[in-house]
T-cell receptor
Framework: GAGVSQSPSNKVTEKGKDVELRCDPI?????LYWYRQSLGQGLEFLIYFQGNSAPDKSGLPSDRFSAERTGGSVSTLTIQRTQQEDSAVYLCASSPGDGYTEAFFGQGTRLTVV | RKEVEQDPGPFNVPEGATVAFNCTYSNSASQSFFWYRQDCRKEPKLLMS???SGNEDGRFTAQLNRASQYISLLIRDSKLSDSATYLCVVNSGANNLFFGTGTRLTVIP
């Protein structure tokens, strides 16, 4: 597809379980972003990848959260030992990374921890 | 201090009204600026880029003030379909995009 693809679109998990969220960016986009959005709230920055540079992990809320980007393309956000406060929509975006072009978002993964 | 700050609103305006949102940014080296629109339970989508000279797209006008480090969005003749959250986005000198928390607009019949 031409756009950013995220999977799964919805995920319900039990408290304490680990989850993996996947993002397929637009082909050729070197920049990839993960954000979290709780119901009725703004976007919360989590992590940013740019090419082969070390990622900016400054937004990750705890060490239960990690992300990787393999081959400069697909990214996986992993949440270990999920808690109820992790329930949110997790949005991925990608951009060409040229400093001038906008980012394009995937439709998000709605995570519910029960 | 946050990279990008917006008034969260909500702004409740009648149909046909003109409404303006402002957004301030902290990094004077920021290179590019955008307004995004986010509908309820949807992902943000680009509304318009903001150019140094200001730009207009139909009822929407975006302006940039580098000296005061703010951008603005003006919506004229508001429609019910304009109801959404409007996000200010700034590309910092380090090529990272920073999103404001958004301003919620509700256009009332």
């Amino acid at each position: 597809g031409a756009g950013v693809s995220q999977s799964p679109s919805n995920k319900v998990t039990e408290k304490g379980k680990d989850v993996e969220l996947r993002c397929d960016p637009i082909s050729g986009h070197t920049a990839l972003y993960w954000y979290r959005q709780s119901l009725g709230q703004g976007l919360e920055f989590l992590i940013y990848f740019q090419g082969n540079s070390a990622p900016d992990k400054s937004g990750l809320p705890s060490d239960r959260f990690s992300a990787e980007r393999t081959g400069g393309s697909v990214s996986t956000l992993t949440i270990q030992r999920t808690q109820q406060e992790d329930s949110a929509v997790y949005l991925c975006a990608s951009s060409p990374g040229d400093g001038y072009t906008e980012a394009f978002f995937g439709q998000g993964t709605r995570l519910t921890v029960v | 201090r946050k990279e990008v700050e917006q008034d969260p609103g909500p702004f409740n305006v009648p149909e046909g009204a003109t409404v303006a949102f402002n957004c301030t940014y902290s990094n004077s080296a920021s290179q590019s600026f955008f307004w995004y629109r986010q509908d309820c339970r949807k992902e943000p989508k680009l509304l318009m880029s903001v150019y140094s000279s200001g730009n207009e797209d139909g009822r929407f006008t975006a302006q940039l003030n580098r000296a005061s480090q703010y951008i603005s969005l003006l919506i004229r003749d508001s429609k019910l379909s304009d109801s959404a959250t409007y996000l200010c986005v700034v590309n910092s000198g380090a090529n990272n995009l920073f999103f404001g928390t958004g301003t919620r607009l509700t256009v009332i019949p």
